[in-house]
């Protein structure tokens, strides 16, 4: 399957409302619940370009199979927060790892950033399995540090460094990327 990505745009309002509605999406992010049409548009209006950018990635077909982003853009200091979203019927098919080797790609030649940082719950061991096989170090846990469902949670915190992502075997020129 090929997949294309572009910007998020408001059309893609509905999608991300649903997606973070879903028990399967939500599990293990941090999102204000529920999320409603209102409140994710004016997200989307209000949000600042300049710390962020997202994207959507979407079929042959135009249907979205993923979303996701970099957040806390610092151009100064050459690092940002990284976050992605896979429609929740289309979990387990590879497409998230697809889709964050070229956004890690993007990262570090367009935006030309030093570091990409995430945070994942301690028992997400899906998750930060597919962090550590891209080259993401474990840079420390955060004890007790997020409370979901009244129980509070240990973070993984992981970075990137441009330097790691060089010796990558999926590295690739953003240009002549397919997804």
Same mark, same amino acid.
């Given at each position: 399957m090929k997949l294309k990505?572009?910007?998020?745009?408001?059309?893609d309002i509905n999608d991300r409302v649903e997606w973070?509605?879903?028990? #399967?999406?939500? /599990?293990?992010?941090?999102?204000? $619940?529920p999320a409603t049409i209102e409140k994710t548009a004016r997200w989307y209006k209000d949000k600042d370009n300049r710390t962020r950018v997202d994207f959507t990635f979407a079929d042959e077909q135009g249907a979205i199979v993923?979303? &996701?982003?970099?957040? /806390?853009?610092d151009r100064g200091h050459k690092h940002a927060e990284f976050y992605i979203m896979i429609a929740p019927l289309l979990h387990g098919r590879g497409l998230g790892k697809r889709i964050a +080797?070229?956004?890690?790609?993007?990262?570090? %030649?367009?935006? =030309? %950033?030093? #570091?990409?940082? $995430?945070?994942?719950?301690?028992?997400?061991?899906?998750?930060?399995?597919?962090?550590? =096989?891209?080259?993401?170090?474990?840079? &420390?846990? %955060?004890?007790?540090? =997020?409370?979901k469902d009244g129980m509070l949670l +240990?973070?993984?915190?992981? &970075?990137?460094?441009?330097?790691?992502?060089?010796? /990558?075997?999926? =590295?690739?020129?953003? %240009?002549?990327?397919?997804?």
């Open positions: 990505a572009r910007c998020f745009a408001s059309s973070i509605n879903n028990p #399967k999406v939500n /599990q293990t992010m941090f999102f204000e $619940l993923g979303m &996701g982003g970099f957040t /806390q853009i +080797n070229w956004m890690y790609n993007y990262a570090f %030649l367009e935006i =030309k %950033l030093n #570091k990409i940082y $995430l945070y994942t719950n301690d028992d997400n061991v899906a998750a930060y399995s597919i962090y550590e =096989k891209a080259g993401f170090k474990l840079e &420390g846990i %955060l004890r007790e540090h =997020k409370c +240990n973070r993984r915190f992981y &970075g990137l460094l441009r330097s790691e992502w060089e010796n /990558q075997p999926w =590295k690739k020129d953003i %240009l002549e990327y397919e997804l």
